[in-house]
């Protein structure tokens, strides 16, 4: 068996909460034009790809994209 602890890497205080920048993180995140939205479009062009290497290039570009989004 395992225990799960969900814990932050580095401790967050937030003395000032701010709205408006808050929007703004989250739309780049998960919007349209975001980071999720991106690695889809990714992941999805590669089936179209002729060649396998452009293929494992999309899909190495399309999951790495996430992990930029867990840094903010």
Same mark, same amino acid.
């Given at each position: 068996?395992?225990?799960?602890?969900?814990? /932050?890497? !580095?401790?967050?205080?937030?003395? @000032?909460?701010? *709205?408006?920048?808050? $929007?703004?993180?989250?739309?780049?995140? +998960?919007?349209?034009?975001?980071?999720?939205?991106?690695? /889809?479009? !990714?992941?999805?062009?590669?089936? @179209?790809?002729? *060649?396998?290497?452009? $293929?494992?290039?999309?899909?190495?570009? +399309?999951?790495?994209?996430?992990?930029?989004?867990?840094?903010?």
């Amino acid at each position: 068996m395992f225990v799960y602890e969900k814990k /932050l890497q !580095y401790p967050v205080n937030i003395k @000032t909460p701010n *709205l408006k920048l808050a $929007k703004i993180i989250a739309s780049q995140y +998960g919007g349209p034009d975001g980071e999720l939205g991106a690695s /889809l479009r !990714y992941l999805s062009q590669r089936f @179209t790809m002729p *060649l396998p290497e452009l $293929k494992a290039t999309l899909t190495d570009i +399309g999951t790495g994209a996430p992990a930029s989004g867990k840094i903010m």
